[in-house]
Nanobody, 119 residues
Framework: QVQFVESGGGLVQPGGSLRLSCAAS????????LGWYRQAPGKQRELVAG???????NYADSIKGRFTISRDNAKNTAYLQMNSLKPEDTAVYYC?????????????WGQGTQVTVSS
């Protein structure tokens, strides 16, 4: 079973940047696509960025050009570089894995990391 530990969130002003990290356990990490998801208060969790095990990426329209997803298979770690943050990016951010390009998140969700964008 793969487990995820997200980190790197915090409070940032609009226009600022954060880099999220996701450490994953399990030897099957390399077999799946990885995704970053977020859930804002009162809203459903949504996929914001995904990366296949071959390096293909896709992004939600709301964050295109501002966020970049990457992965380091040797470290079983995924990253989300977030630039030009907006108040509407405020949410709890989670990572998970799934078959590409389904990316619904097939494993147990971690605790997530809170990102708050506010002046």
């Amino acid at each position: 079973q793969v487990q995820f530990v997200e980190s790197g969130g915090g409070l940032v002003q609009p226009g600022g940047s954060l880099r999220l990290s996701c450490a994953a356990s399990g030897t099957i990490f390399r077999a799946y696509g990885l995704g970053w998801y977020r859930q804002a208060p009162g809203k459903q969790r949504e996929l914001v960025a995904g990366i296949s095990n071959g390096g293909s990426t896709n992004y939600a329209d709301s964050i295109k050009g501002r966020f970049t997803i990457s992965r380091d298979n040797a470290k079983n770690t995924a990253y989300l570089q977030m630039n030009s943050l907006k108040p509407e990016d405020t949410a709890v951010y989670y990572c998970n894995a799934d078959f590409w390009p389904t990316m619904k998140g097939r494993f147990t969700w971690g605790q997530g990391t809170q990102v708050t964008v506010s002046s």
